[in-house]
């Protein structure tokens, strides 16, 4: 299916979208994920680099890393998100991961993937659940993504890829290394039931 026939599919129906059904957004604005990420970005960025913010959502990471002086894009597969980045002034590509990017063309890239762990069973299949599920281990969106980052970074290039611990950090530095992607963490915060870190990958 096409993004057109699932846009399609997920906002054209007689009933009002799952999200306005809960009560909730349909597209994730900027928390404490966003914050630790941003911050990480800003401070390795450098004026005039191309950086890339995967799933750019609202916009705000790619905004933090406009105002830092880099020429940033925003991709993200919620029509909705595309919208309101672009709104707020970031060049938006209605994409999947980092599907339309050309081979190394960026220096840095952003994401905020993802990363609730969820049973096929238990989900609404709505645009806030794809900005939220990351399927049952919380790595399907991060696996394919590190799968295919090296082949868009030039050289010098890095990454800042957020990663909960209810995802499992080492699991997935275990498997950005497997792809030939170094990592350390960079930035960090604890909450109750979770820690979130910011993984650089090089």
Same mark, same amino acid.
């Given at each position: 299916?096409?993004?057109?026939?699932?846009?399609?599919?997920?906002?054209?129906?007689?009933?009002?979208?799952?999200?306005?059904?809960?009560?909730?957004?349909?597209?994730?604005?900027?928390?404490?994920?966003?914050?630790?990420?941003?911050?990480?970005?800003?401070?390795?960025?450098?004026?005039?680099?191309?950086?890339?913010?995967?799933?750019?959502?609202? /916009?705000?990471?790619?905004?933090?890393?406009?105002?830092?002086?880099?020429?940033?894009?925003?991709?993200?597969?919620?029509?909705?998100?595309?919208?309101?980045?672009?709104?707020?002034?970031?060049?938006?590509?209605?994409?999947?991961?980092?599907?339309?990017?050309?081979?190394?063309?960026?220096?840095?890239?952003?994401?905020?993937?993802?990363?609730?762990?969820?049973?096929?069973?238990?989900?609404?299949?709505?645009?806030?659940?794809?900005?939220?599920?990351?399927?049952?281990?919380?790595?399907?969106?991060?696996?394919?993504?590190?799968?295919?980052?090296?082949?868009?970074?030039?050289? /010098?290039?890095?990454?800042?890829?957020?990663?909960?611990?209810?995802?499992?950090?080492?699991?997935?530095?275990?498997?950005?290394?497997?792809? /030939?992607?170094?990592?350390?963490?960079?930035?960090?915060?604890?909450?109750?039931?979770?820690?979130?870190?910011?993984?650089?990958?090089?």
């Amino acid at each position: 299916m096409g993004d057109d026939e699932e846009s399609v599919d997920r906002e054209s129906t007689d009933r009002p979208p799952l999200a306005d059904q809960r009560g909730v957004d349909t597209v994730y604005g900027a928390s404490e994920d966003s914050h630790l990420l941003a911050e990480a970005a800003v401070e390795a960025v450098e004026p005039g680099e191309r950086a890339l913010d995967v799933g750019t959502g609202s /916009g705000y990471v790619a905004a933090s890393l406009a105002e830092a002086g880099a020429d940033v894009l925003g991709t993200d597969l919620n029509p909705a998100a595309c919208r309101e980045a672009r709104e707020a002034g970031i060049p938006v590509v209605r994409a999947n991961l980092l599907d339309p990017i050309q081979a190394s063309a960026v220096d840095l890239v952003a994401f905020n993937p993802p990363y609730l762990p969820s049973a096929p069973e238990t989900e609404w299949g709505d645009w806030m659940e794809t900005a939220l599920s990351g399927g049952e281990d919380g790595r399907a969106a991060v696996d394919p993504f590190l799968e295919d980052l090296s082949r868009v970074l030039r050289d /010098g290039g890095r990454a800042f890829l957020l990663v909960s611990s209810l995802t499992g950090i080492k699991a997935v530095r275990e498997y950005a290394g497997s792809q /030939g992607l170094d990592s350390s963490i960079v930035a960090e915060e604890s909450f109750p039931f979770e820690r979130l870190v910011v993984l650089r990958l090089l």
